[in-house]
Structures are given as C-alpha cells and as structure tokens.
T-cell receptor, first 111, second 113 residues
Framework: LAKTTQPISMDSYEGQEVNITCSHN???????ITWYQQFPSQGPRFIIQ???TKVTNEVASLFIPADRKSSTLSLPRVSLSDTAVYYC????????????FGKGTLLTVNP | DTGVSQDPRHKITKRGQNVTFRCDPI?????LYWYRQTLGQGPEFLTY????????KSRLLSDRFSAERPKGSFSTLEIQRTEQGDSAMYLC???????????FGPGTRLTVL
C-alpha cells in the first residue's frame, strides 16, 4: 500500500481557506485517496474520498492532479471547531477494510 | 454520535489483570474493525470481522489479545495479563460494505498501571 506524507502541523485563522497537501508517490491504479478527521478523545470521521480530478461535498473539496501522486484537502472558511488532526489515507478499491493511518496533520485554527 | 458505541469509555487496570471491551456497531453493518491508537500516532489496524467471522488479525494482536463477535452483532476485545505497553485508545469501527467509509466509535481509553 502506498505510503503517505503530510505536514505534521498547520496553523490557520478563522475564516481562512486551509489546504492540506498529501503526497503518495507510489499510489497504485486501484487506490483511492481518503481523508479522515479526528477530534481529541473521539474516533476518526470520514471527510471525503476521491480517485482523480476534483471531489466536493458539504464539508470539503479534494483536488487530485492527473498523476495522482499527491492530493490536496481544501477546507473553506475554517472555524475554531475545525481544529483537529486530518489523516490522508490511500485505500485499495474493493478492499477498504484495513485502513492505514499515518500521523496526520494537526490543524490549529486560531481566533 | 456516529451510531457506534463502545463501553467502557475509560478503563484503569493494574498490570497483569484481564480487561474486556465491548463495541456495538451500527445495526445493519456486517463489517466490524478494531484499531489501537497511542498518543501522537494514527490508529493501527488490529482485526476485522465480517459478520461473526474474524477474517484477519494484525501481527500487533499478540496471543494475549482475543476478539469475538458472536452472532455477528456486538464485539468484544479481551486483553489478558495486561502490560503497560497495552495502554492506548482502542477504537471500534463498522461499515456496511468492505469499501464503504468506516464509522468509528468514541474509543475505550485503557491505562495500565
């Protein structure tokens, strides 16, 4: 399974757009890119998943370039409650059962 | 609230004692997963059930660990002869299909003294 690399931490301010980039140079053809969010003392929560180009839902957007070696999670107009750890995962299509988490990116949103 | 519940939320035990955790998944989900998370790290996969069948166990799951899912509903994770290195957050997740998003419970925080 492809290894992912993302920044350990990021700082932002309320109302700003935040972009968290993840690199996955060894991603395979059948792999999807998935992002989870985790607040302290809670389990991770699925945010978004995509294969290529752009995916958008009510929470975030996911941008994946044509070579798929990286991806960017975009959080529009963050608030204090978006302070959390964000994990980028590569998951094998049809076999999502074994999620492999890295250390994630701790996003701190300041007032 | 994701619909996945875990009990207890916190457990403090002495080294050498046995502990058991319970997970109740979303009722229609037939896939159930256990993960372990230590401070500053992401969750690590421990084991996976499809209905009542345990299909995979990680090498992290030593012979002191056992998990069951009788009747394909709730699941239990037992740790025998606990060690200080077992201190962690134990997370349970469930999904409807193997490639669906996993819904995580709040976790059980284990502290071994």
């Amino acid at each position: 399974l492809a290894k992912t690399t993302q920044p350990i931490s990021m700082d932002s301010y309320e109302g700003q757009e935040v972009n968290i980039t993840c690199s996955h140079n060894n991603i395979a053809t059948n792999d999807y890119i998935t992002w989870y969010q985790q607040f302290p003392s809670q389990g991770p929560r699925f945010i978004i998943q995509g294969y290529k180009t752009k995916v958008t839902n009510e929470v975030a957007s996911l941008f994946i370039p044509a070579d798929r070696k990286s991806s960017t999670l975009s959080l529009p107009r963050v608030s204090l409650s978006d302070t959390a750890v964000y994990y980028c995962l590569v998951v094998l299509v049809g076999s999502n059962y074994k999620l492999t988490f890295g250390k994630g990116t701790l996003l701190t949103v300041n007032p | 609230d994701t619909g996945v519940s875990q009990d207890p939320r916190h457990k403090i035990t002495k080294r050498g004692q046995n502990v058991t955790f319970r997970c109740d998944p979303i009722s229609e989900h037939n896939r159930l997963y256990w993960y372990r998370q230590t401070l500053g790290q992401g969750p690590e996969f421990l084991t996976y059930f499809q209905n009542e069948a345990q299909l995979e166990k990680s090498r992290l799951l030593s012979d002191r660990f056992s998990a069951e899912r009788p009747k394909g509903s709730f699941s239990t994770l037992e740790i025998q002869r606990t060690e200080q290195g077992d201190s962690a957050m134990y997370l349970c997740a469930s999904s409807l299909l193997s490639y669906d998003e996993q819904f995580f419970g709040p976790g059980t925080r284990l502290t071994v003294l």
